[in-house]
C-alpha cells in the first residue's frame, strides 16, 4: 500500500539533508530546531547567494585574464581591490582595466532555466543590456570609451547547458548585434569590436 504524501516530511527531508551533506557533516533534524522567523533570517540571507557566486566568477575571471595580459598580471593586487571595493548594486561594468590596456567586463551566473539549453526571457534580457553596454558604454562609467577596450562577457559554467544557451542567444540575436558577439577560443586573436563570452568554472 503506498505511503501518503505528507509534504512537511518531505521538506524537513530535503531540508535536512542539504545542511548535513553541504555544511554540518551530521545528519541531524535541523528543521524542527528552526521557528518561521529562523526561517525568513535565512532567505533573507540567501538573497546575498547570487552576489557570492558572481563575485568567486569576477575572482577566476581576473586570474584568467592575468594569464593572458602581462600589464593585469603585474597590477593583480589593483584590480582585486577594485572588485573587494564594489558594492554588489554598483552599475558599472564589474571589472574595468585602465591602464596600458583596456578592458571591460560583465559577468553573468545564470543558470540556464530547468537545466535546459536556452536562457529564459528575463535572462536573456539582461545579458542583452549588457552586451549593449560592452559595446557602447554606460552613461555611469565615463572614464572609458568602450571602442578601446576589450570586452568580455563572463558567464559562469555550467556545463553543455551553458554553452548551449550562449549558442542559442547569439544565434537570435539581431543582425547589428550578432557579427560582434563571439564565444572565446583558447588563442584566438582578441580584438576591439567583439564582445567575447568567456566561460569561467
Not at 19 to 36: H, Q
Not at 91 to 106: P, R, S
Not at 147 to 174: M, P, R
Not at 189 to 199: A, E
Request: hydrophobic share 35%; glycine share 4%; proline share 2%.
Amino acid at each position: 500500500m503506498n505511503q501518503q504524501y505528507n509534504r512537511e516530511a518531505e521538506l524537513k527531508e530535503r531540508f535536512n539533508r542539504f545542511i548535513a551533506d553541504k555544511i554540518t557533516g551530521t545528519a541531524e533534524d535541523y528543521y524542527s530546531r528552526l521557528t518561521v522567523e529562523d526561517f525568513e533570517d535565512i532567505k533573507t540571507t540567501l538573497k546575498d547567494i547570487h552576489n557570492i557566486i558572481t563575485y568567486k566568477t569576477t575572482i577566476r575571471f581576473i586570474e584568467w585574464v592575468s594569464d593572458r595580459f602581462p600589464y593585469v598580471k603585474e597590477n593583480y593586487q589593483v584590480y582585486l581591490d577594485q572588485v573587494l571595493n564594489t558594492k554588489p548594486s554598483n552599475n558599472g561594468y564589474d571589472l574595468m582595466v585602465i591602464g596600458d590596456i583596456k578592458i571591460v567586463a560583465e559577468i553573468k551566473c545564470n543558470k540556464p532555466i530547468n537545466n535546459g539549453y536556452v536562457f529564459g526571457s528575463k535572462q536573456k534580457t539582461g545579458i542583452i543590456d549588457d552586451i549593449k553596454g560592452l559595446l557602447t558604454g554606460k552613461t555611469k562609467v565615463k572614464s572609458l570609451d568602450p571602442t578601446e577596450a576589450y570586452k568580455f562577457l563572463v558567464i559562469y559554467d555550467f556545463g553543455d547547458h551553458t554553452l548551449s544557451a550562449a549558442q542559442h542567444l547569439i544565434k537570435n540575436l539581431s543582425a547589428e548585434m550578432k557579427d560582434r558577439v563571439t564565444i572565446y577560443e583558447e588563442g584566438q586573436p582578441l580584438t576591439l569590436d567583439k564582445v567575447y563570452i568567456v566561460f569561467i568554472k
